[in-house]
């Protein structure tokens, strides 16, 4: 099992910057891949960011890419969202996510096995 807990959240103007914490524990060393997903009242899960332990390949939404930047520190303990330049659509609960194994559904929210319980950002304009 693996455990996840998201800090970081907040209310921030549009324009603004927030880091998103997930801490991991458990069974880390086995999960293929770690990932941001973000819901707004009304929507459906979104895939934000991705990040796979080997090798630390990244990959991004258009939405967010060159304004989020996923980052993890090499002991698979911890991963980070450090998101720029928000803007009012950003506004949603972001959760983070890990994968048991291999998939190459990164993009896509069923194939994460591990859950945190969300943390709420808003940006107001």
């Known amino acids: 099992q693996v455990q996840l807990v998201e800090s970081g959240g907040g209310l921030v103007q549009a324009g603004g910057s927030l880091r998103l914490s997930c801490a991991a524990s458990?069974?880390?060393?086995?999960?293929?891949?770690m990932g941001w997903f973000r819901q707004a009242p009304g929507k459906e899960r979104e895939f934000v960011a991705v990040?796979?332990?080997?090798?630390?390949?990244?990959s991004y939404a258009d939405s967010v890419k060159g304004r989020f930047t996923i980052s993890r520190d090499n002991a698979k303990t911890s991963v980070w969202l450090q998101m720029n330049s928000l803007k009012p659509v950003d506004t949603a609960v972001y959760y983070c996510?890990?994968?048991?194994?291999?998939?190459?559904?990164?993009?896509?929210?069923?194939?994460?096995?591990?859950w945190g319980q969300g943390v709420q950002v808003t940006v107001s304009s």
């Open positions: 996510a890990a994968t048991k194994g291999y998939t190459n559904l990164l993009d896509y929210y069923p194939a994460y096995d591990y």
């Open positions: 458990g069974r880390t060393f086995s999960n293929y891949a």
């Open positions: 990040l796979r332990w080997s090798g630390g390949v990244t």
